[in-house]
């Protein structure tokens, strides 16, 4: 699980958690088995917003779609060529949350893009519904 958008796509945060999660693969001798990593799991972010959440100001990486395209690469570069899978079983209506920590059962928030293999992303394997919908 490599978190969400809000907790790691951060500028302060990216760089550290890839190294991380190199760490970790590398450490586990870099398994051909492991394909890569889920985001978003149990969380409401947009797989791609038209325009950042106000409660996404600072962050570049606003949604899950800017997450991966900045995490992956730098995943790549050190060894891990990560796919990822998307959750967005609680992402239908944004712009809902007062914080971007709101995480436990946000109101109103729906079912996000349909579960798919044809993701438009080189990076990103599939859309996934992991958790009870919104």
Same mark, same amino acid.
């Given at each position: 699980?490599?978190?969400?958008?809000?907790?790691?796509?951060?500028?302060?945060?990216?760089?550290?958690?890839? %190294?991380? &999660?190199? @760490?970790?693969?590398?450490?586990? $001798?870099?398994?051909?088995?492991?394909?890569?990593?889920?985001? =978003?799991? /149990? =969380?409401? =972010?947009?797989?791609? /917003?038209?325009?950042?959440?106000?409660?996404?100001?600072?962050?570049?990486?606003?949604?899950? !779609?800017?997450? !991966? =395209?900045?995490?992956?690469? %730098?995943?790549?570069? $050190?060894? &891990?060529?990560?796919? &990822? !899978? +998307?959750? @967005?079983?609680?992402? $239908? +209506? %944004?712009?809902?949350?007062?914080?971007?920590?709101?995480?436990?059962? +946000?109101?109103?928030?729906? &079912? $996000?893009?349909?579960?798919?293999?044809?993701?438009?992303?080189?990076?990103?394997?599939? !859309?996934?519904?992991?958790?009870?919908?919104?």
């Amino acid at each position: 699980d490599a978190g969400h958008a809000g907790w790691l796509g951060w500028s302060a945060n990216i760089g550290p958690a890839a %190294q991380l &999660f190199i @760490q970790l693969y590398k450490s586990a $001798g870099s398994p051909s088995f492991v394909r890569g990593l889920a985001t =978003n799991v /149990a =969380n409401y =972010n947009a797989l791609s /917003a038209s325009s950042p959440d106000p409660i996404t100001s600072g962050n570049s990486n606003y949604d899950e !779609i800017h997450y !991966i =395209n900045a995490l992956g690469p %730098q995943l790549a570069s $050190g060894g &891990f060529p990560a796919h &990822f !899978i +998307v959750d @967005q079983s609680r992402s $239908g +209506v %944004q712009n809902i949350r007062n914080e971007w920590g709101d995480w436990c059962n +946000v109101k109103g928030s729906g &079912f $996000g893009t349909r579960p798919t293999l044809n993701t438009g992303s080189s990076l990103i394997d599939a !859309i996934v519904w992991v958790k009870p919908g919104g």
